[in-house]
């Protein structure tokens, strides 16, 4: 089955990519004036755990409904509901619309895991450190932090290291992740694996 094959290794190539902004997605609310170290170390921890419905409740609600919004002409474009099978356990548009947005990432990120184990190994051994933080107005920060992941092992072992910068805003009283550049990226890159127009 040749076409089932080719969507595998889409997925799987795509997952390996979201792996390197999986840390860009989802900081920790903070606790009543939590310090930005304390909360990553908290989203680190639940991430390493695959925790995905605590991760998504940690997203901010507008970034949840940008992410389904992305994530959707890669499932209209295969008429065949193979690729929305796939990634979020659903057959179809009708199907995938009808999903909560939080429940569109988690689902996606137990999948991509599922289909790529090496994405597993990293997030468990993936490492963050936060060098600052920039805030701007009263509800709005930018976070500034080093992530390091390592994925295999030998000659084959692949070493990751970047500063990145993440942007939060309160909701519901505590910080909340929005989405990254990174991420909007990668969600056009599925979009073009599959042929689909943007939303």
């Known amino acids: 089955m040749p076409q089932a094959r080719s969507a595998h290794a889409r997925c799987r190539i795509f997952a390996f990519?979201?792996?390197?902004?999986?840390?860009?997605?989802?900081?920790?609310?903070?606790?009543?004036?939590?310090?930005?170290?304390?909360?990553?170390?908290?989203?680190?921890?639940?991430?390493?755990?695959?925790e995905w419905d605590s991760v998504a409740a940690m997203m901010h609600s507008t970034a949840l409904s940008d992410f389904k919004q992305l994530m959707r002409p890669a499932v209209t474009a295969d008429p065949s509901g193979e690729m929305s099978s796939l990634l979020f356990d659903v057959v179809g548009a009708a199907a995938y619309d009808s999903l909560p947005p939080a429940r569109v990432f988690s689902r996606l990120m137990r999948s991509l895991v599922t289909l790529n184990p090496l994405m597993g190994e990293a997030l468990a051994g993936a490492e963050a450190k936060v060098i600052g933080a920039v805030p701007e107005g009263d509800d709005l920060v930018h976070v500034i932090y080093r992530i390091g992941v390592g994925v295999g092992v030998g000659d084959s072992a692949l070493a990751v290291t970047k500063l990145e910068v993440i942007?939060?805003?309160?909701?519901?009283?505590?910080?909340?992740?929005?989405?990254?550049?990174?991420?909007?990226?990668?969600?056009?890159?599925?979009?073009?694996?599959?042929g689909a127009s943007g939303p």
């Not at 990519?17 to 304390?38: C, M, N, T």
């Not at 805003?169 to 056009?188: D, F, P, Y």
């Open 167 to 194: 942007s939060l805003r309160r909701e519901a009283g505590g910080w909340r992740s929005l989405l990254t550049g990174n991420v909007q990226g990668l969600a056009e890159v599925l979009r073009q694996s599959v």
């Open 17 to 50: 990519g979201l792996l390197i902004s999986a840390f860009l997605l989802v900081p920790a609310p903070a606790r009543g004036g939590e310090a930005p170290d304390l909360f990553v170390d908290r989203y680190i921890a639940a991430t390493r755990a695959m």
